[in-house]
């Protein structure tokens, strides 16, 4: 199983972006999927989670109201949508693949993820 996340780079406070996360080599069904990013000099944190079909999602507080994490099975893609981004939400975006069958509140831990992408810079100027 591969990731690849696309779409990030440097854009102003208050702007918009949006991630991308392509899965190939199995069926991105049989997946949770999950949102983390590592500011520099800091720890990894969970951003965000969708189940397997997309009918639920958790987020971290930081985020809700902000950003949007939705799924497209067909396309093999996950997708996180930034919207009124702030300094702090600079960081390296990872895109996760899990086979575990737990609940979301699971999902934020790291742990729990089989599969990682390489990563993508987002960085947010004030």
């Known amino acids: 199983v591969r990731l690849v996340e696309y779409g990030g780079g440097l854009v102003q406070a208050g702007d918009s972006l949006r991630l991308a996360c392509a899965l190939s080599?199995?069926?991105?069904?049989?997946?949770?999927m999950g949102w983390f990013r590592q500011a520099a000099g800091k720890k990894r944190e969970f951003v965000a989670t969708?189940?397997?079909?997309?009918?639920?999602?958790y987020y971290t507080e930081s985020v809700k109201g902000r950003f949007a994490i939705s799924r497209d099975n067909a396309k093999n893609t996950l997708y996180l949508q930034m919207n009124t981004l702030k300094p702090e939400d600079t960081a390296v975006y990872y895109c996760?693949?899990?086979?575990?069958?737990?609940?979301?509140?699971?999902?934020?831990?790291?742990?729990?993820?089989?599969?990682w992408g390489q990563g993508t810079q987002v960085t947010v100027s004030s």
């Open positions: 080599g199995h069926t991105t069904s049989m997946y949770a």
């Open positions: 969708i189940s397997r079909i997309g009918d639920s999602t």
């Open positions: 996760a693949a899990s086979l575990a069958v737990v609940s979301s509140r699971m999902l934020t831990n790291a742990d729990v993820y089989n599969y």
